[in-house]
């Protein structure tokens, strides 16, 4: 038989007409117009001569001016991927890498994932046909444990060089030596309009390309005083600017996810309580954990009038439309038909200069960043909010001219600019831990780490102790050569200690409880959320995931109700779980199973003997201990004091020794994410390290023993 289908139906005769969608060769027209409108385009000619006779060159644009975009698209065309060969293009940041590589692919009309894809850690879109592949720095890295040569690609672009991650400095050094032996590898450093002399003089004086950018003036304010409460002075700048300026989109520079969130969340009750007296007010958040639909958005022309409404208030709770009932007064503007929308995007500092968003006219800047810091003599890594350096601001406020003129508000004072910000951020490299990067260097084959070419030298200390914890780990020898369990080290791409904890799994039979430990840390501090109007519910549903021992073994039973669950999301719904950070560990989880066989660890279960768990976590964090102490608790080794992180199912009941997964300086030196140990058995895990008298106890007889009553009256 033949079905038919009432030609009424085929028509949408039920549906109103839709206007017609634009064809497919009009679509690829309008995406070739805006590529010739950018910066770049006038250049194409003149930079592809400049690569042709250049191996190395360093490419210096204005952020928007389509570096990232086309450059790569241009090389493309002009042949550098015949012969099967590839372009790397590398971001510091995993969503530029993703956000960048959709659109190029876009431009190209082809499948993300084929002929363009990312790749980045734990995910990795592409395929066999994949010529243009951008990636972050980390991965690019890793490349070079499978191909020392880098022999696949043609052309290796370093972009957003000014940003100077660790990742992106180590690879200098490994590409300038890497271009020596291939001298038809083509190198390009691309960056802001920041530095570029440096990079320049690291790689053997290769010349700058200039592409002139086309910026309009921004007007810079200050404010008169400074501002004691930033989160709070933005929310009502925001406002401010809304009510009294031109309309114009808004961005507002923040320093994380839990900064952004509560942002967003206040402008929206503002303008709710102002309801009719103010305009509407689109609030777009983005920052890493943001889905990727939801950043789309971002890139989203702002959508005339309210006519869209109704279609952006789906994807609730992000982003949020803000509904107000046009001016108050009697000037109307933003009641007619087509009166822009205003938007705000709220944004970590990805926007300053890694993602282009179109429309910006007015930039807010409190002049903060969260940045990484490492004290070598404590082996201490934090993550603060500190002022950002006056390059970052300036990169800040230049986004405000891209499409017209556009103003600038500092949260800080003109003083405060001129006396207190660093002239620029220092480079990632001298202020982190080393380990990984180390571990990775030696695996390349790398010896001598003190006369590696560094375009900024790590510090000495930093160095050494970094060496230091891979002997502690096992990685090295006490020659500093690589053992065979630090190859099977490098060979996952996590941090040693977690590397370790893998592989220690092995020993005490439990890598299947210890891998969903291990995805689970890797997508840390986002797996619980917590709406306003239902806090009590949600802390009731965590608390109910506890289980004694810690906060490792409570990401394991999450995990595990999850699995039992069929990995429903509606479980994670009921059970105040996100659902895309379980789905993102899950994923992390397989692709950490995938790679046991390589690193010669079985797949077994503790079959419910969580000692044999947190056992082998000691043994991959046996370097991140605390004790409790008459004056509360301090690291084993270096008596510093921390403090247990008060989301943690630990907080109550202060267990005497204890290990966390990281320290966070907010208020104080917090431990996230801590286990309950007995210090015995760092005398198992690390008996190299420690010696049975430092794990000694003066305290032991005078203090109740609060931690054992505790867990025996919880059953
Ligand atoms: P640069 O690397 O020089 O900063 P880009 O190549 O990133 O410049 O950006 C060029 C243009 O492409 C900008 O106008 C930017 O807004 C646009 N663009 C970049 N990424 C996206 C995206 N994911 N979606 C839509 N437009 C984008
Ligand atoms: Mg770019």
């Known amino acids: 038989t033949i079905e038919f289908v009432r030609a009424a139906q085929l028509q949408g005769d039920e549906e109103p007409a839709a206007p017609p969608a634009p064809t497919q060769a009009q679509q ?7 590529r010739r409108s950018l910066p770049v385009f006038p250049f194409r000619e003149e930079l592809l001569a400049a690569i042709a006779s250049h191996q190395v060159l360093i490419i210096e644009g204005e952020t928007g001016s389509g570096k990232t975009t086309q450059i790569p698209q241009y090389l493309f065309e002009e042949g550098y991927t015949k012969k099967g060969l590839k372009i790397a293009c590398t971001q510091p940041r995993r969503v530029a890498a993703m956000s960048v590589a959709a659109r190029v692919a876009r431009e190209m009309g082809v499948k993300l994932g084929n002929e363009v894809g990312y790749s980045i850690r734990f ?7 994949t010529v243009l592949h951008y990636m972050t720095d980390g991965m690019l890295l890793r490349e070079f444990l499978s191909e020392p040569d880098l022999a696949s690609y043609s052309v290796v672009m370093v972009d957003e060089a000014h940003e100077r991650t660790l990742h992106t400095d180590i690879l200098f050094g490994l590409i300038k030596d890497v271009a020596r032996f291939r001298p038809e590898l083509k190198v390009l450093v691309a960056s802001a309009t920041l530095d570029t002399a440096r990079f320049s003089t690291f790689f053997d004086d290769a010349p700058v390309f200039r592409i002139p950018g086309r910026r309009f003036p921004v007007d810079i304010f200050y404010t008169k005083a400074p501002e004691a409460d930033y989160l709070e002075a933005c929310v009502v700048s925001v406002l401010q600017i809304h009510v009294t300026q031109p309309p ?25 309580r102002l309801g009719s007296k103010i305009r509407e007010l689109l609030v777009l958040p983005i920052y890493a954990n943001l889905p990727s639909d939801m950043q789309a958005r971002i890139f989203q022309p702002t959508p005339p009038g309210a006519r869209k409404v109704s279609e952006l208030q789906k994807p609730l709770p992000h982003p949020v439309v803000l509904r107000g009932l046009g001016w108050g007064g009697a000037s109307g503007a933003g009641s007619g038909e087509d009166a822009r929308m205003q ?17 910006i006219i007015y ?3 409190p002049g903060f960043c969260k940045q990484k810091s490492y004290n070598p003599r404590t082996g201490m890594e934090s993550l603060t909010v500190t002022p950002c350096s006056k390059a970052s601001a300036n990169q800040r406020a230049g986004r405000a ?12 004072t003109a003083w405060a600019y001129q006396h207190e910000l660093e002239e620029t951020t220092v480079p990632e490299i001298q202020r982190t831990s080393l380990g990984n990067v180390v571990l990775l260097l030696k695996s390349l084959g790398i010896h001598d780490l003190m006369h590696f070419d560094f375009l900024d030298p790590p510090p000495y200390e930093t160095l050494l102790l970094a060496l230091e914890q891979l002997y502690a780990l096992g990685a090295l020898n006490h020659l500093g050569e690589l053992t065979t369990s630090g190859r099977k080290m490098a060979e996952l791409p996590v941090d040693p200690m977690l590397s370790k904890m893998i592989l220690a799994s092995e020993k005490y039979s439990c890598s299947e409880e210890i891998l969903t430990v ?3 840390l890797s997508v840390n501090n986002s797996i619980f959320y917590r709406p306003k109007d239902k806090v009590v519910h949600a802390d009731n549903a965590r608390v109910n995931f506890f289980l004694p021992g810690g906060d490792h073994l409570v990401l394991l039973n999450v995990y595990t109700q999850w699995a039992e669950s069929g990995y429903s999301s509606q479980w994670c719904y009921e059970n105040f779980v996100q659902f895309r950070s379980m789905r993102r560990a899950r994923d992390v989880r397989e692709q950490l199973e995938g790679l ?9 279960s503790c079959q419910g003997d969580y000692i044999r768990v947190r056992k082998a976590v000691t043994a991959g964090y046996f370097y991140h201990t605390a004790r409790l102490t008459r004056s509360g608790y301090r690291t084993v080794k270096q008596q510093q004091t921390v403090f247990i992180h008060p989301n943690s199912s630990l907080f109550e009941e202060q267990p005497r020794w204890l290990l966390y997964h990281e320290l966070v300086l907010t208020t104080k030196e917090f431990m996230r994410q801590v286990l309950e140990i007995e210090s015995s058995w760092l005398l198992e895990v690390a008996p190299h390290y420690y010696k049975a008298k430092e794990l000694e106890d003066p305290h032991a007889k005078k203090m109740p023993k609060k931690t054992g009553k505790t867990r025996e009256e919880l059953g």
């Open 518 to 520: 291990a995805a689970m």
């Open 401 to 412: 001219g891209r499409v017209a003129a556009g103003k600038c508000f500092r949260l800080y």
């Open 28 to 34: 690829q027209e309008c995406i070739q117009a805006v």
């Open 248 to 272: 114009g989109d808004v961005l507002v520079f923040l320093t994380g996810q839990e900064e952004i969130e509560a942002a967003c969340e206040m402008l929206q009750d503002r303008c709710r």
């Open 123 to 129: 995910e990795d879109c592409t395929s066999e046909r």
């Open 596 to 604: 046991l066989e390589r690193v010669e660890v079985g797949l077994s």
């Open 343 to 359: 938007a705000v995007v709220v944004a970590t500092n990805i926007a300053e200069t890694s993602l282009t968003i179109e429309g």
């Open 363 to 365: 930039v807010l800047d």
